[in-house]
Nanobody, 124 residues
């Protein structure tokens, strides 16, 4: 059974940093593309960042480029999202997702597995 478990969310102030982690079990992460999405109440889930299985290729949403960094440790089945210079607009539930293969995709419907999410709240 595949499980993705996010951690690291919390309440921070504008300009602060947070590091989210996702622990994957039940899958061999090194053949999956891993991604982070986020969702605000009443809004669709939106793409944040993704890294293919060799970490050779990464992709970021326009609004987080230069502030967020995705990284993965296949040996530990972990993927992280370092978030710097956080803004109130970054407030959302952040989800870890996985899809088999090495093609980076920003569409949520393409991902097979999802975590339960972790809340990130940025106060102004």
């Amino acid at each position: 059974q595949v499980q993705l478990a996010e951690s690291g969310g919390g309440l921070v102030q504008s300009g602060d940093s947070l590091r989210l982690s996702c622990a994957a079990s039940g899958l061999k992460m090194d053949i999956y593309t891993m991604a982070w999405f986020r969702q605000c109440p009443g809004k669709e889930r939106e793409f944040v960042a993704a890294a293919n299985y060799f970490n050779q290729d990464t992709k970021y949403a326009e609004g987080v480029t230069g502030r967020f960094t995705i990284s993965r440790d296949n040996s530990k089945n972990m993927v992280n999202l370092q978030m710097n210079r956080l803004k109130p607009d970054d407030t959302a539930v952040y989800y870890c997702a996985a899809v088999w293969g090495g093609d980076i995709n920003s569409r949520a419907k393409e991902y097979n597995f999802w975590g339960q999410g972790t809340q990130v709240t940025v106060s102004s």
